[in-house]
T-cell receptor, first 116, second 115 residues
Framework: DAGVIQSPRHEVTEMGQEVTLRCKPI?????LFWYRQTMMRGLELLIY????????DSGMPEDRFSAKMPNASFSTLKIQPSEPRDSAVYFC??????????????FGPGTRLTVL | AQSVTQPDIHITVSEGASLELRCNYS??????LFWYVQSPGQGLQLLLK??????LVQGIKGFEAEFKRSQSSFNLRKPSVHWSDAAEYFC?????????????FGTGTLLAVQP
């Protein structure tokens, strides 16, 4: 099993540019989470999907952020336009929701975003 | 609302010494509790989890945690710390009743290990 795959691993861009982060969850998982990690705010849940449907996007900071999950094996997080304060490490995690019991989330390696 | 508190932001221990990282949770029912570890530049990895049953749970890398309902705590322990244990540790509680696997994370405890 390849685990959760994120790309790119590092992204440096200039303010105002569009940024797209990509995530491939573990095959068979039906729940996907996007997190942002910064020194100031720690680990924040941005949005999560169940069966490709966004369930809760209350953590998305503002309209510049959007996320999609067109199918069970792919999700994107887009920032347009990007700002320096968006600089952070963005994690994707996936999990299997089954039987009403909690299962662990498996995290990807993260994408380190730097907006100049 | 569910919440997790990790009161220690940073802890330093000597290699070979014992370790205890504190975690307190707020949850109305029986909680699902997790400890994750994040090594520098890496994603989070599950150390152990508690769902029910024995209140002392064993995890990977020699870690264990004890669930104490009366104290709303789920502290992580290791009897002898190795230099490779230097990392950030996150406690988390399940939120969403198992229908979503959503987790609420604490702010983390950064562990430094002295030789």
């Amino acid at each position: 099993d390849a685990g959760v795959i994120q790309s790119p691993r590092h992204e440096v861009t200039e303010m105002g540019q569009e940024v797209t982060l990509r995530c491939k969850p573990i095959s068979g998982h039906n729940s996907l989470f996007w997190y942002r990690q910064t020194m100031m705010r720690g680990l924040e849940l941005l949005i999560y999907f169940n069966n490709n449907v966004p369930i809760d996007d209350s953590g998305m900071p503002e309209d510049r952020f959007s996320a999609k999950m067109p199918n069970a094996s792919f999700s994107t997080l887009k920032i347009q336009p990007s700002e320096p304060r968006d600089s952070a490490v963005y994690f994707c995690a996936s999990s299997l929701v089954a039987g009403g019991s909690y299962n662990e989330q498996f995290f990807g390696p993260g994408t380190r975003l730097t907006v100049l | 609302a569910q919440s997790v508190t990790q009161p220690d932001i940073h802890i330093t221990v000597s290699e070979g010494a014992s370790l205890e990282l504190r975690c307190n949770y707020s949850y109305g029912a029986t909680p699902y509790l997790f400890w994750y570890v994040q090594s520098p530049g890496q994603g989070l990895q599950l150390l152990l989890k508690y769902f029910s049953g024995d209140t002392l749970v064993q995890g990977i890398k020699g870690f264990e945690a004890e669930f104490k309902r009366s104290q709303s705590s789920f502290n992580l322990r290791k009897p002898s710390v190795h230099w490779s244990d230097a990392a950030e540790y996150f406690c988390a509680v399940g939120a969403g009743g198992g229908a979503t696997n959503k987790l609420i994370f604490g702010t983390g405890t950064l562990l430094a290990v002295q030789p």
